[in-house]
Nanobody, 127 residues
Framework: QVKLVDSGGDLVQPGGSLRLSCAAS????????IGWFRQAPGKEREGVACISRSGIRSNSLNSVKGRFTISRDNAKSMMYLQMTDLKPEDTAVYYCAAGWSPYPGICGLILDGYNYWGQGTQVIVSS
């Protein structure tokens, strides 16, 4: 059974940090580019960051560049999103996702490019 289970969301003060984790099972993560998406109340889901199958290429939303870092551990079938200097506008439900790809060095932030999704973890940035 294919499953992505994301965790690590919490209430944090502005300027704080969080690390989101996502555990994959039921498929070989090596064959998938991975991404983190988020959806704030009343807004559409948007891509935050992605990383290619090989881990050598990543991409991220302009507003999180320099603050968020995506990583993966294929051996453990895990993916992570390290978030620092969090801002109230980062408040959202965050979702991990995996998309099958024949290209080891490419990833994208388009929702249609992902096959599997986590259930979401809530991040609230507030004082």
């Amino acid at each position: 059974q294919v499953k992505l289970v994301d965790s690590g969301g919490d209430l944090v003060q502005p300027g704080g940090s969080l690390r989101l984790s996502c555990a994959a099972s039921g498929f070989t993560l090596d064959n998938y580019h991975i991404g983190w998406f988020r959806q704030a109340p009343g807004k559409e889901r948007e891509g935050v960051a992605c990383i290619s199958r090989s881990g050598i290429r990543s991409n991220s939303l302009n507003s999180v560049k320099g603050r968020f870092t995506i990583s993966r551990d294929n051996a453990k079938s895990m993916m992570y999103l390290q978030m620092t200097d969090l801002k109230p506008e980062d408040t959202a439900v965050y979702y991990c996702a995996a998309g099958w790809s024949p290209y080891p060095g490419i990833c994208g932030l388009i929702l249609d490019g992902y096959n599997y999704w986590g259930q979401g973890t809530q991040v609230i940035v507030s004082s």
